[in-house]
């Protein structure tokens, strides 16, 4: 869940899925702590404006410094996301655009490319397609291999 902030203003490499979401998932319960402690607040001062007015000030300028703070990390995790698929950081563009923040969060949830690519070895420590040890995911029972009678198969 942490490891972006670890890597917080790297922009090299690639990133898995989960590196990529778990640290989405963090910001989205932070922010969601935040806006449901303005809801208590304003529960507490019962509608009154000058006390609900300085507490919603405070959680808001927090949930902007919280913003603020996480800008460069997600930016740096996103863009190693897009790596992770052999795609240029770039493709965040796309996200200005009509319909291109649905691309780009499309291309999120997709698995990266097997092997080295051009932005660094596989986190998940896959061969590329091609490679002698790769198993094409042929299942065989337990003792089992594959029929020695190709018309079984």
Known sequence: MFEALRKYAEFEG????????????FQALVTFGLFLLLVVFSAA?????????????????????FCLAMFIPNLAVSIRRLHDSDKSGG??????????GFMVFIFTLLDGTPGENRYGPDPKGR????HPTVVHHHYYPPGGGPPSDPAQA
């Open 91 to 100: 493709w965040l563009l796309l996200s200005f655009v009509p319909f291109g």
């Open 127 to 130: 061969t590329g397609y091609g």
């Open 14 to 25: 690639r990133a898995r899925r989960s590196e990529y979401w778990l640290f989405t998932l």
């Open 45 to 65: 001062t019962g509608g009154d404006e000058d006390q609900l007015g300085a507490a919603a000030a405070m959680i808001l300028a927090l949930l902007g410094l």
